[in-house]
């Protein structure tokens, strides 16, 4: 399952995806109506005022000018495109821009002007002075016409989405959005049947580097679990998705039998072990919750530098992380060991866990902006929204390792008196709200 959403998220970045999708039905459809729109009679054709009703010679003029019309309109789409993604790769950061180029929305209106131009060039090569009056494919050439008026809407539309896109609050709604969707994908929705206290296999094991240069995007536990129980093995996986890797290191070790010893590991298993880890060029969301999180991460540190000095825009972002380490707090943590059918422990991996989620989320914007006031008063005030949610001992501790990373922050931040009594309030109050969550873990949701 994570390696068919791993490759459905690479696919849906694709731009060019849907514009061939839209060519492939656009060259159908005028092959459908060129062949069988001839079939209407006369009478029909005069009787049907939207229907085009002309000679050949003047629809091969109208097919002429309607095709070099969205020519330009489509030039036009194409440069608003590019200006849009370089304003927005200097403004929210250059990672963002597989963010637009997978807008549903964007690609289909670049496939509906590209499918457009190759339906007018098919019908306009069919037009000719020897097809004679009832020879001409009215329907065809009405189609066109049709299809040309979608697009002028759709050029509207398109403008409109763009200008609204690039609007920073936007943006981050809909990253937020897509990482509150990634949470319900990647986090499991009940905690592990099994006990989860061994931290290691015992014995000697053999490491195993995975030979590739990339990002560990998906990582096969399901087959992984598989070939240990057939292979009686154990295997301890030291890289977890979101991790970039070199060619040579101990990514896994390999514990033969069930005590744990020997390490006569054939070629083949070593080699379909690896096969259970895709590696590849950039992250994806499949299994990597801190992806998404550094997504929004991003949006804020830039934000918060000099060339831009908009901490408006980080404490946006401080809002929308706190609202999805809420959703986080909700379900429990990717699982750390997996068992085969007759319940042995085949499989510890390393998975991200609340405490790394938020340092990706809050360190970086407590760094970037440690002299801004505003920032720091706000993300004291999420963690203590936070704190209200918490349902286990881990998350407290976490919480209150960002509170004391903050309260450095705050006696090293250069700033007026008044503001730093303002900021040493919203701590104390943190402080008190986290004093007060017990330490005993909260009954988990239904």
């Given at each position: 399952m994570d390696k068919a959403r791993n490759l459905f998220d690479i696919v849906r970045s694709q731009l060019w995806l849907l514009p061939l999708i839209f060519s492939g039905l656009a060259a159908l459809l005028a092959i459908l109506l060129i062949s069988y729109?001839?079939?209407?009679?006369?009478?029909?054709?005069?009787?049907?005022?939207?229907?085009?009703?002309?000679?050949?010679?003047?629809?091969?003029?109208?097919?002429?000018?309607?095709?070099?019309?969205?020519?330009?309109?489509?030039?036009?789409?194409?440069s608003v495109t590019?200006?849009?993604?370089?304003?927005?790769?200097?403004?929210?950061?250059?990672?963002?821009?597989?963010?637009?180029?997978?807008?549903?929305?964007?690609?289909v209106v670049l496939g509906l002007f590209i499918g457009t131009i190759l339906y007018l060039i098919l019908v306009l090569r069919t037009i000719s002075d020897t097809l004679g009056a009832d020879g001409v494919p009215h329907l065809a050439i009405s189609a066109g016409s049709l299809l040309t008026v979608i697009c002028l809407m759709a050029l509207?539309?398109?403008?409109?989405?763009?200008?609204?896109?690039?609007?920073?609050?936007?943006?981050?709604?809909?990253?937020?959005?897509?990482?509150i969707s990634t949470v319900g994908e990647v986090l499991p929705?009940?905690?592990?049947?099994?006990?989860?206290?061994v931290a290691r296999f015992a014995g000697i094991g053999e490491p195993v580097a995975l030979g590739k240069v990339g990002h560990v995007q998906v990582i096969d536990y399901g087959a992984l679990t598989r070939i240990a129980a057939e292979k009686d093995l154990?295997?301890?996986?030291?890289v977890r998705?979101?991790?970039?890797l070199l060619s040579q290191g101990d990514h896994f070790?390999?514990?033969?039998?069930?005590?744990?010893?020997?390490?006569?590991?054939?070629?083949?298993?070593?080699?379909?072990?690896?096969?259970?880890?895709?590696i590849g060029l950039q992250n994806t969301t499949a299994?990597?919750?801190?992806?998404?999180i550094r997504q929004l991460t991003e949006i804020a540190v830039r934000a918060l530098s000099p060339g831009i000095n908009d901490p408006f825009t980080a404490v946006a972002v401080v809002d929308r992380l706190a609202a999805s380490f809420e959703a986080v707090q909700q379900r429990p943590l990717p699982y750390r060991q997996y068992h085969d059918d007759d319940g042995i422990l085949r499989l510890i991996v390393n998975r991200s866990d609340y405490r790394h989620m938020l340092n990706t989320g809050f360190r970086s914007i407590r760094q970037a902006g440690a002299d801004q006031p505003l920032v720091l008063m706000r993300i004291a005030a999420r963690l203590a929204d936070l704190a209200h949610s918490v349902r286990s001992p881990d998350q407290a501790d976490a919480l209150r390792e960002q509170l004391a990373a903050l309260e450095e922050t705050v006696e090293k931040c250069h700033s007026i008196e008044h503001d730093q009594a303002s900021m040493q309030t919203y701590l104390s109050e943190t402080k008190t709200v986290l004093a007060a969550v017990g330490t005993e873990p909260a009954s988990q949701p239904a």
């Open positions: 729109g001839h079939l209407l009679g006369p009478d029909v054709v005069r009787g049907a005022w939207w229907l085009y009703s002309g000679e050949a010679e003047t629809a091969r003029q109208l097919l002429s000018s309607l095709l070099s019309g969205l020519m330009t309109m489509t030039s036009l789409v194409i590019f200006v849009i993604l370089t304003l927005a790769a200097n403004q929210l950061g250059p990672r963002l821009i597989s963010h637009f180029m997978a807008d549903r929305q964007i690609q509207l539309f398109y403008i409109h989405k763009v200008a609204r896109l690039i609007i920073a609050d936007n943006m981050i709604h809909a990253l937020h959005r897509d990482l929705a009940t905690p592990p049947s099994h006990g989860e206290d154990r295997i301890d996986v030291a998705a979101g991790q970039y070790t390999i514990f033969s039998g069930a005590g744990g010893d020997g390490t006569d590991i054939d070629d083949e298993t070593i080699a379909a072990l690896r096969g259970c880890f895709t299994q990597d919750l801190e992806y998404s």
